[in-house]
């Protein structure tokens, strides 16, 4: 199933991409939980992997669904 949605969070207190918007936009994410440390991205498993290579961003965990 190509649609199907995961969560990743990503440890990083920058703003690559840009807003929040942006990154939707871009990458067709959307950006959840934001804090001091990270936010959360919920995306389909390659567009989650396409913002992590492009951006040389971690990832706490693995890419999980939603």
């Not at 199933?1 to 929040?20: V, W």
């Not at 936009?25 to 389909?44: C, P, Q, S």
């Amino acid at each position: 199933m190509t649609n199907q949605k995961f969560i990743a969070r990503i440890e990083d207190s920058r703003s690559p991409g840009g807003s929040d918007q942006e990154i939707k936009n871009d990458y067709n994410l959307e950006v959840l939980d934001r804090d001091e440390d990270g936010f959360e991205v919920e995306g389909t498993r390659e567009d989650i992997q396409s913002f992590v290579d492009d951006y040389g961003i971690i990832l706490t965990e693995e890419i999980e669904e939603a």
